[in-house]
């Protein structure tokens, strides 16, 4: 048979192959037995991101299941604070061994102590919160000290809200009316569940509920989708709207960024296509004709202009100026002093040059077409005619001069004439003011360029500036105007293509064209505002992706497998028949019972409770909620048993809804049990108390007892005496006395207020235990709380004389409320110390006196067989 530890050992490897959260969700589960909402946070997101911090199951979490070696048991619980207001410093200690039985009335604070352990040990209920009293005003911070024994080793744990638990007090598990319904789950259907297919049926319901987390997220995200991108009006048929439209994890943020990115000549293009498609096409060519027409016309003009002032039409005109000059100086000096006796201007000279050049003119053209004379010649001088007759030498010396003259004077006003024409050729490349900014806007504002319009302006006026210089004959600034000569021919063009397609049908690949561009441009332009929205959006898609993918890590189908598993190695014919004798034991044998699994289901197997000769019929119909207590506790100490487990049981008012008969079965099972490892019993039912009191005896096992009292408005006083309920006269009489003892110095001191408090209340204590000496008399015959009358002890009543009933009815007397009602009553107004200790003298007396006839008639009856009932 497969042991809970063993299987617990097979759930750690097989643990290794599941995904991550699932491992930690486990470790959660082994040491905690539930997990709470912020646990599922965490795993939720341990299966979300590979790189969240997680710890896998591990042999240490499991460290309850090797407790059948190493056995724990709870020793004290020391210094409970916050936990229902204990009084300070208690402490509840609990025998290693054996039967502790802590008993404590309603609202003694008892129950802080059992929620104190269900935080630490293992059990169904870990949900319950620990409370601390209503009225504390400080808030005292919730603590206390867990001291317990594992093996030979004693071990202490500092508990706090928020502190992980020891994973050894684990080993020690708690049956109460919660934690019993890991066995009976309801009233109709008994599952019997072993631990470690409990932890598998928590995993199972964890991967529900961490599967809604993951489908909640996506709901969340999918709710977040920006508005603008649930119907986007970019057309699906574009670059930029297919993408749109297929926005995905895998969209690329690049590519769209570029796509909204519009160059200034993609705007330009934009807006002149706008422009054009917006309008009549006819009206619109005619339109990009009239455009043409003007910007053709002006540009001709701004390239006049623009050629009037460039650097060489500068140095055109200072050549011009120049020839101009040098021309005008040789017509002086040929008019004036070209026979003068003043020398000829030096040799190489611009004038010199010029009338050298008109002598030589003259050579040729006068001179040599009269060839009866060679009269040129070539002199340093000048020109001679001295070997020409005289009368022939005047007549050539007279018409050289005249024909140098008429020459320079011909040629200075040639140059004078260039040089003017050139300047009114400037004067012609002008443009008006009103002309440029006309040709501004053209371009700027109706063809729609502005930044060409703004290179068209910087050139107007650098060449306007230029042509002011170049007419006042100043030098040339530095810089030529720029030209956008290409610039404005490829405006130019596009005007007339764009005409063009406008004149052409609509349903034309020209016209189609320009529709597609327009488009897709417009589209591009309507993608930049929605970038932000769009890498949203994106985030968003990879954050749902990330979510399914690990949706896939939240099946269950492994879990179930395993769990179905664990079903046929755990709940075997040897647990079944443990069952069937804890069934026994409880008493439960009115209908015949028995485990039976009948399904496996959401991974989690189930053994229902079934009646043998009637395994169809409702338990929870035939059952009371007494015997499904008792079927609980059947299947609670059946799985310790089978799982080879030898830690502490701890047991909070298991008696609840039991009958007598079953009352005495269990509390006779639980001292049974006793005897193989520590048994602790929380109740507040006295009746359960003196029936283990007398298991124990009837078994000769001892019980520790531990009360808790409510002092006051203080609760959780705890000590090691049996509540009053239960003590004995004798033992009542001893703790008066005690009582006593400790105000024997402060009883003459106190104020009358005090002190007559203190009697009173002293008093009723006496008088409640001269009525327990009664009970305490006929006690042998019949027990308390107990209907089994014993016929061999009525001979103790033999012992009662005349003058017990006397001294019985004259303390009853003295202790009566009315110091009227008896002869001698104790007045708390006037009473002593002497008279309450004389009153305790008095009760000691009688019980002393009784007690040993009782047995002298014991002695005589074992000894004289005569006198024997």
Same mark, same amino acid.
């Given at each position: 048979?497969?042991?809970?530890?063993?299987?617990?050992?097979?759930?750690?490897?097989?643990?290794?192959?599941?995904?991550?959260?699932?491992?930690?969700?486990?470790?959660?589960?082994?040491?905690?037995?539930?997990?709470?909402?912020?646990?599922?946070?965490?795993?939720?997101?341990?299966?979300?991101?590979?790189?969240?911090?997680?710890?896998?199951?591990?042999?240490?979490?499991?460290?309850?299941?090797?407790?059948?070696?190493?056995?724990?048991?709870?020793?004290?619980?020391?210094?409970?604070?916050?936990?229902?207001?204990?009084?300070?410093?208690?402490?509840?200690?609990?025998?290693?061994? +054996?039967? #502790?039985? *802590?008993?404590?009335?309603? &609202?003694? @604070?008892? /129950? =802080?102590?059992?929620? %104190?352990?269900?935080?630490?040990?293992?059990?169904?209920?870990?949900?319950?919160?620990?409370?601390?009293?209503?009225?504390?005003?400080?808030?005292?911070?919730?603590?206390?000290?867990?001291?317990?024994?594992? +093996?030979? #080793?004693? *071990?202490?744990?500092?508990? &706090?809200? @928020?502190? /992980? =638990?020891?994973?050894? %007090?684990?080993?020690?598990?708690?049956?109460?009316?919660?934690?019993?319904?890991?066995?009976?789950?309801?009233?109709?259907?008994?599952?019997?569940?072993?631990?470690?297919?409990?932890?598998?049926?928590?995993?199972?319901?964890?991967?529900?509920?961490?599967?809604?987390?993951?489908?909640?997220?996506?709901?969340?995200?999918?709710?977040?989708?920006?508005?603008?991108?649930?119907?986007?009006?970019?057309?699906?048929?574009?670059?930029?709207?297919?993408?749109?439209?297929?926005?995905?994890?895998?969209?690329?943020?690049?590519?769209?960024?570029?796509?909204?990115?519009?160059?200034?000549?993609?705007?330009?293009?934009?807006?002149?296509?706008?422009?054009?498609?917006?309008?009549?096409?006819?009206?619109?060519?005619?339109?990009?004709?009239?455009?043409?027409?003007?910007?053709?016309?002006?540009?001709?003009?701004?390239?006049?202009?623009?050629?009037?002032?460039?650097?060489?039409?500068?140095?055109?005109?200072?050549?011009?100026?120049?020839?101009?000059?040098?021309?005008?100086?040789?017509?002086?000096?040929?008019?004036?002093?070209?026979?003068?006796?003043?020398?000829?201007?030096?040799?190489?000279?611009?004038?010199?040059?010029?009338?050298?050049?008109?002598?030589?003119?003259?050579?040729?053209?006068?001179?040599?077409?009269?060839?009866?004379?060679?009269?040129?010649?070539?002199?340093?001088?000048?020109?001679?005619?001295?070997?020409?007759?005289?009368?022939?030498?005047?007549?050539?010396?007279?018409?050289?001069?005249?024909?140098?003259?008429?020459?320079?004077?011909?040629?200075?006003?040639?140059?004078?004439?260039?040089?003017?024409?050139?300047?009114?050729?400037?004067?012609?490349?002008?443009?008006?003011?009103?002309?440029?900014?006309?040709?501004?806007?053209?371009?700027?504002?109706?063809?729609?360029?502005?930044?060409?319009?703004?290179?068209?302006?910087?050139?107007?006026?650098?060449?306007?500036?230029?042509?002011?210089?170049?007419?006042?004959?100043?030098?040339?600034?530095?810089?030529?105007?720029?030209?956008?000569?290409?610039?404005?021919?490829?405006?130019?063009?596009?005007?007339?293509?764009?005409?063009?397609?406008?004149?052409?049908?609509?349903?034309?690949?020209?016209?189609?064209?320009?529709?597609?561009?327009?488009?897709?441009?417009?589209?591009?332009?309507?993608?930049?505002?929605?970038?932000?929205?769009?890498?949203?959006?994106?985030?968003?898609?990879?954050?749902?992706?990330?979510?399914?993918?690990?949706?896939?890590?939240?099946?269950?189908?492994?879990?179930?497998?395993?769990?179905?598993?664990?079903?046929?190695?755990?709940?075997?014919?040897?647990?079944?028949?443990?069952?069937?004798?804890?069934?026994?034991?409880?008493?439960?044998?009115?209908?015949?019972?028995?485990?039976?699994?009948?399904?496996?289901?959401?991974?989690?197997?189930?053994?229902?409770?079934?009646?043998?000769?009637?395994?169809?019929?409702?338990?929870?119909?035939?059952?009371?909620?007494?015997?499904?207590?008792?079927?609980?506790?059947?299947?609670?100490?059946?799985?310790?048993?089978?799982?080879?487990?030898?830690?502490?049981?701890?047991?909070?008012?298991?008696?609840?809804?039991?009958?007598?008969?079953?009352?005495?079965?269990?509390?006779?099972?639980?001292?049974?049990?006793?005897?193989?490892?520590?048994?602790?019993?929380?109740?507040?039912?006295?009746?359960?108390?003196?029936?283990?009191?007398?298991?124990?005896?009837?078994?000769?096992?001892?019980?520790?007892?531990?009360?808790?009292?409510?002092?006051?408005?203080?609760?959780?006083?705890?000590?090691?005496?049996?509540?009053?309920?239960?003590?004995?006269?004798?033992?009542?009489?001893?703790?008066?006395?005690?009582?006593?003892?400790?105000?024997?110095?402060?009883?003459?001191?106190?104020?009358?207020?005090?002190?007559?408090?203190?009697?009173?209340?002293?008093?009723?204590?006496?008088?409640?235990?001269?009525?327990?000496?009664?009970?305490?008399?006929?006690?042998?015959?019949?027990?308390?709380?107990?209907?089994?009358?014993?016929?061999?002890?009525?001979?103790?009543?033999?012992?009662?004389?005349?003058?017990?009933?006397?001294?019985?009815?004259?303390?009853?007397?003295?202790?009566?409320?009315?110091?009227?009602?008896?002869?001698?009553?104790?007045?708390?107004?006037?009473?002593?110390?002497?008279?309450?200790?004389?009153?305790?003298?008095?009760?000691?007396?009688?019980?002393?006196?009784?007690?040993?006839?009782?047995?002298?008639?014991?002695?005589?009856?074992?000894?004289?067989?005569?006198?024997?009932?």
């Amino acid at each position: 048979m497969v042991t809970e530890k063993a299987a617990f050992m097979e759930l750690l490897e097989w643990a290794k192959d599941q995904p991550r959260w699932q491992q930690d969700a486990l470790r959660r589960l082994a040491l905690n037995g539930v997990l709470t909402e912020t646990d599922v946070d965490d795993l939720a997101l341990i299966c979300l991101d590979p790189k969240a911090p997680s710890q896998p199951l591990t042999s240490f979490n499991l460290a309850a299941e090797d407790a059948g070696d190493n056995p724990v048991a709870l020793l004290r619980i020391e210094k409970p604070a916050g936990i229902d207001a204990p009084a300070s410093n208690q402490t509840l200690e609990f025998a290693k061994d +054996g039967l #502790t039985v *802590v008993y404590g009335d309603n &609202a003694s @604070g008892k /129950s =802080g102590y059992v929620r %104190l352990l269900r935080h630490v040990c293992r059990t169904g209920d870990r949900e319950a919160a620990i409370l601390r009293e209503a009225e504390d005003p400080v808030m005292t911070p919730q603590t206390a000290k867990i001291v317990f024994w594992r +093996g030979v #080793t004693e *071990v202490e744990f500092s508990w &706090a809200p @928020g502190i /992980s =638990g020891h994973p050894d %007090l684990t080993a020690v598990s708690i049956f109460d009316a919660r934690s019993a319904n890991i066995h009976v789950e309801k009233t109709d259907a008994v599952a019997f569940i072993p631990r470690p297919m409990k932890i598998l049926e928590a995993l199972e319901d964890a991967c529900d509920r961490v599967r809604a987390r993951l489908e909640s997220q996506i709901s969340a995200s999918e709710a977040q989708k920006p508005i603008v991108l649930n119907s986007p009006k970019l057309g699906r048929e574009t670059t930029a709207g297919a993408l749109v439209h297929n926005l995905s994890a895998n969209s690329n943020l690049a590519q769209l960024t570029l796509l909204a990115t519009l160059s200034t000549e993609d705007l330009t293009r934009l807006r002149m296509l706008a422009a054009d498609l917006t309008q009549d096409p006819k009206h619109a060519a005619l339109r990009l004709v009239n455009q043409k027409k003007q910007l053709d016309e002006q540009v001709a003009r701004l390239g006049r202009l623009v050629a009037a002032t460039s650097d060489r039409a500068f140095v055109e005109r200072e050549k011009l100026k120049a020839d101009r000059d040098t021309k005008s100086e040789a017509a002086r000096l040929a008019s004036e002093r070209l026979f003068a006796a003043s020398p000829l201007p030096e040799a190489g000279h611009a004038t010199w040059r010029s009338l050298w050049e008109a002598a030589r003119k003259y050579s040729s053209e006068v001179i040599e077409r009269d060839s009866t004379s060679d009269a040129f010649a070539d002199s340093s001088s000048g020109v001679s005619f001295q070997q020409l007759p005289g009368t022939e030498a005047t007549r050539y010396r007279m018409s050289f001069e005249s024909f140098v003259k008429e020459v320079t004077k011909t040629e200075e006003e040639k140059a004078t004439k260039a040089y003017s024409r050139k300047f009114a050729e400037a004067a012609a490349a002008r443009i008006p003011v009103d002309d440029l900014l006309q040709l501004r806007r053209l371009i700027a504002d109706e063809i729609g360029d502005p930044v060409l319009a703004r290179k068209v302006k910087d050139c107007c006026i650098r060449a306007k500036w230029r042509l002011r210089a170049f007419e006042r004959e100043h030098t040339a600034p530095d810089t030529e105007p720029s030209f956008p000569e290409a610039d404005l021919s490829t405006l130019s063009a596009s005007l007339g293509e764009r005409a063009a397609r406008l004149s052409a049908d609509r349903n034309s690949p020209e016209h189609l064209a320009l529709l597609k561009e327009f488009l897709e441009l417009n589209d591009r332009e309507a993608l930049q505002p929605l970038l932000e929205d769009i890498k949203a959006e994106i985030e968003r898609q990879k954050k749902i992706d990330t979510i399914n993918e690990a949706l896939k890590d939240v099946a269950k189908e492994a879990v179930a497998t395993k769990n179905g598993d664990f079903s046929d190695k755990l709940v075997t014919n040897a647990l079944r028949g443990r069952f069937a004798r804890e069934i026994e034991k409880m008493k439960l044998t009115r209908m015949p019972v028995e485990l039976k699994k009948i399904k496996d289901q959401n991974a989690v197997s189930h053994f229902q409770v079934c009646l043998v000769e009637k395994p169809n019929a409702s338990v929870g119909q035939l059952f009371s909620e007494g015997e499904h207590r008792c079927v609980a506790l059947a299947a609670f100490l059946a799985e310790l048993a089978t799982s080879k487990r030898y830690s502490g049981i701890v047991f909070d008012d298991p008696m609840a809804s039991l009958d007598p008969v079953h009352r005495q079965a269990v509390a006779a099972r639980l001292v049974e049990e006793a005897e193989h490892r520590q048994v602790v019993v929380f109740t507040h039912d006295l009746t359960f108390l003196l029936q283990l009191r007398r298991e124990a005896e009837a078994s000769s096992r001892t019980i520790r007892y531990q009360t808790v009292r409510r002092k006051l408005t203080h609760p959780n006083n705890a000590d090691d005496k049996l509540p009053d309920k239960a003590r004995s006269a004798v033992q009542l009489t001893q703790t008066l006395r005690s009582e006593l003892n400790v105000v024997k110095w402060q009883f003459d001191h106190w104020p009358d207020a005090k002190r007559n408090t203190f009697c009173k209340g002293f008093i009723e204590q006496l008088k409640e235990t001269w009525d327990r000496s009664i009970a305490d008399f006929i006690f042998p015959t019949q027990n308390r709380f107990d209907n089994h009358t014993k016929g061999t002890s009525q001979l103790n009543l033999a012992t009662m004389e005349q003058a017990d009933v006397e001294t019985v009815m004259a303390a009853r007397g003295r202790l009566s409320e009315e110091p009227r009602a008896s002869a001698g009553a104790l007045n708390p107004d006037t009473i002593s110390y002497g008279d309450l200790f004389a009153e305790i003298g008095k009760l000691e007396d009688w019980l002393a006196h009784i007690g040993q006839r009782q047995k002298d008639v014991k002695a005589q009856t074992i000894s004289d067989p005569a006198v024997r009932v």
